[in-house]
Each structure stands twice: as structure tokens, then as C-alpha cells.
């Protein structure tokens, strides 16, 4: 075959990540360095030349729909050279004549990437991604054939994605680069001082300087969550588990993904002490979950749609009654605020009662760090209500204790410790 030219000339830094062979590299970056069309060509190049049958590689951003907007139309382009190429719109996959296929996705549908196999994938804009997404869903579908994964983007506050940084940051078995708008002198001067101007000192380190220790602009709890961290004792730390009532909070959200955090009322402490979210399962699964934990249970919060019905199972029951049918009772269901910012006030004024358990309740308070308003691109402001992203799930479920949860009868309770094993 002749030689095949794809329009791209990466730039020097793009050609130091082009150069890297190692199977696992993650990549910090500034705005406007380029990584979309990094990441595409990398993707393109990898399946035409994988010499193993049907090679399959995945381009993943945070949502389905951001990943068309900013990477399907580069797929094309850069694909086009290649002869014999089939664009499928609807799916958003470029299929080549070597059997190989590219694929858009999205980690806020996770089931599309389930029972898939894979040979390479790139993450873009990995701090907002769900942390196990690559855990039970990628690193699976990549084992077979020994694929290889990039995670690539903007810091977010410290999150999972600086949490993997500094993990294996010095593990020799990962290609990790930083790359500073101070140091790749992509963006020239000029266009840096105006951005200085116009924007904060915590949005230019994070977007411009790679600062994982920038406040995330828009986060609802970040300043109440720091301060609970920072007090003396710290009310993020090693909580022990009580012989007192354990009471849930959960959120049935979006994507079939379900969050629930778990509770003890110890004198004037909300002790949060366990966290457990995932998708794709049943009512069942959660109330196996509850039984297996093996807490003594209180009362379980559950927002307004626990009382919908649950077409998926043709008897005509709420998923209330369903969750009361498998022993998950009493359930209180808390009533639906109409202004979500009021409910959001309220959860930040509960902050200063509560403490969590740093390990068990991990995957939780990532959840609320990161949760945070939306933002609109093109007038380049914040919106008046939340981003709904997989930090949603763990801070909607925190709203019910914030909305729904009373303390009256716990005044004349003893408790007495019990040590965690």
C-alpha cells in the first residue's frame, strides 16, 4: 500500500507524548495545548497499524454529547486520507479497512462500554469522570489483549484524577508529563496577561498552570468541606463505628446509578461512616448490600421518585414498596424541594455537625468536592444550578440528610463504643 498522509503536524509537546511507548501515561495539560487532536491522532494511528484482528479503540469524555462536539468532527478529518474508511454518525465510530473501528463515548452512559474488548483508550477531561469507570469497566475490556490507556486533562481541585497522580507519579511503569502555560509558550504572552486580567488567581493556576490545589471554581462545598478538614481535630478522618442505629440517604439518579451514604447520631455529631454508589443493578442488589454491610439500621431517607413506579419489573409497585418488600424499612421520603439552591443551602449549613469516615466515605466526598453549577461556554459565566455529573449522585444523596434527616429522638440515648475491625 502507499504511503498514507494524514494532515497533522503535532506540535513539540505533542510529539514528546507521540514518542512515549509505555502502556499506561497520564497527562496534565493546559488549556489550548491540543489534546483532542493529540488524542484523535494517536487513536487513528494506533488501530491502523494494531497488527491484532478487529482492533478496537475508544476515545471517552465526560459526556456522550461533549465528545461529539469536540472530537467527532477531527475523527472524520483525520480519518478521511485513509482509503476505504465507513463514517457511522449515529454511532460515532469510524470503521477502517482493516476491520478496525474507533469510537466515541461518554462516561455518563457507562453501560455502552460494557462486554466491550479494547486495545487502546483515551480519557480526556479525566477529572470529571467517574473514578471507576476505568476501574470496573475500562481496565476489564483492556486485559485480553493487553491494551494500553491515557488519561489526559485539567486539574479539578484534588480529586481522583490528582489522587492517580500522585499514586503513580513515580512508578516506572507509567509515562506521566505536566505540561504548564509558563513553560510550552503555546499560548503567547499577551493572550496570558489577559487571561490574568479577567480571571481569578485559583482559575488561571488551575486552567493555565496545572494547580491541583486551586479551588474549583463553582464548587458548591469546597470552602465548607476545607474548613471541616482543616479544624483540630479534623472531621475527615478515622471514624469508629458505634452500637447505634445506622440511617441511609440515597439518591435514585440519573443513568440508573444509585448513591447512599450511611449515618450514626452520636450526641451532636452526624457521623457519616460508609458510602457505597454504583449502577446498573437492581433494587435488590442495594438491599443485599444493606443486609451484607450488616449495620443496625434506623431509618432510610429516599427522595420523592422512590414513590414511582417501576416499569422494568410489570407488578405495578412503587420502588418504595419494593424496597419495603425486601426489608429495607422504615423509609421517610423526603419531600422534593421546588428550589434546588435552597436544598444546596441548606446541605452547606449542616457541614459544621458532620463528620466522615476519610477512608470508607473516599469515594463520597470526591462526590462533593466536585459537585459544582453548571457553566455556560459561551457567555462565560456560571448557571444558577448544578452540572449533572457523576459528582451529582453522592451530593444529591448528602441533600436528603440535609432536607429530611431530624435528631429529636436521639437526646436520651447512651451510646457505648465499638471498635472497627
Known amino acids: 500500500m502507499d504511503s498514507i498522509i494524514i494532515p497533522y503536524e503535532p506540535r513539540e509537546h505533542q510529539l514528546i507524548l507521540h514518542e512515549i511507548e509505555k502502556r499506561w501515561m497520564l497527562t496534565i495539560c493546559h488549556r489550548r495545548f491540543g489534546k483532542t487532536v493529540y488524542a484523535i491522532n494517536k487513536l487513528v494511528k494506533a488501530n491502523f497499524m494494531c497488527q491484532l484482528e478487529r482492533p478496537r479503540h475508544a476515545y ?50 457507562p453501560d455502552s462500554l460494557r462486554g466491550i474488548y479494547l486495545d487502546g483508550v483515551e480519557f480526556d477531561e479525566y477529572a470529571q469522570i467517574p473514578p471507576k469507570l ?13 491494551g494500553w490507556a491515557e ?3 485539567t486539574p479539578k481541585g484534588r480529586n481522583h484524577f490528582h489522587e492517580l497522580y500522585d499514586k503513580i507519579k513515580n512508578n516506572h511503569h507509567w509515562a506521566v508529563n505536566i505540561f504548564k502555560a509558563s513553560e510550552t509558550e503555546l499560548v503567547d504572552k499577551e493572550e496570558l496577561e489577559s487571561a490574568r486580567d479577567i480571571m481569578t488567581d485559583d ?21 465548607e468541606l476545607s474548613k471541616i478538614r482543616s479544624n483540630t481535630p479534623s472531621q475527615i478522618t478515622n471514624i469508629p463505628i458505634e452500637k447505634v442505629e445506622v440511617n441511609t440517604f440515597w439518591d435514585l439518579g440519573r443513568n440508573d446509578t444509585t448513591a447512599i451514604w450511611f449515618h450514626q447520631r452520636v450526641g451532636k455529631e452526624n457521623r457519616f461512616i460508609d458510602f457505597y454508589e454504583t ?8 438491599a443485599r448490600i444493606l443486609k451484607e454491610k450488616g449495620y443496625l439500621y434506623g431509618t432510610h431517607y429516599l427522595p420523592h421518585d422512590v414513590n414511582v413506579t417501576d416499569l422494568s419489573r410489570g407488578d405495578n409497585k ?9 426489608g429495607v424499612k422504615p423509609i421517610n421520603v423526603v419531600p422534593r424541594v421546588a428550589d434546588i ?12 455537625s458532620c ?5 470508607r466515605c473516599k469515594d463520597g466526598l470526591r462526590g462533593l468536592e466536585g459537585y459544582r453549577k453548571a457553566y455556560d461556554e459561551k457567555n462565560q459565566v456560571f448557571k444558577n444550578h448544578p452540572l449533572h455529573d457523576w459528582c451529582s449522585n453522592p451530593a444529591d444523596a448528602f441533600r436528603q440528610f440535609a432536607q429530611g434527616y431530624s435528631d429529636r429522638k436521639w437526646g436520651k440515648l447512651k451510646y457505648q463504643r465499638q471498635s472497627v475491625a
Open 355 to 359: 463528620w466522615f469516615d476519610e477512608v
Open 341 to 352: 439552591n435552597k436544598g444546596i443551602e441548606q446541605t452547606r449549613q449542616s457541614f459544621p
Open 151 to 153: 488519561f489526559m486533562g
Open 279 to 286: 449502577n446498573g443493578e437492581g433494587l435488590e442488589h442495594y
Open 318 to 326: 412503587s420502588r418504595k414498596q419494593i424496597l419495603e418488600s425486601l
Open 134 to 146: 476505568f476501574s470496573e469497566v475500562i481496565r476489564p475490556a483492556l486485559s485480553d489483549r493487553k
Open 203 to 223: 482559575e488561571y493556576s488551575q486552567e493555565y498552570e496545572c494547580s491541583f490545589t486551586a479551588a474549583i471554581q463553582g464548587s458548591y462545598f469546597a470552602k
Open 60 to 109: 471517552i469524555a465526560p459526556f456522550l454529547k461533549q465528545a461529539k462536539q469536540i472530537a467527532w468532527d477531527y475523527l472524520k478529518h483525520y480519518s478521511r486520507p485513509i482509503p476505504g474508511i465507513e463514517i457511522n454518525e449515529a454511532e460515532l465510530r469510524v470503521d477502517y479497512p482493516n476491520g478496525g473501528r474507533i469510537r466515541l463515548y461518554g462516561a455518563d452512559n
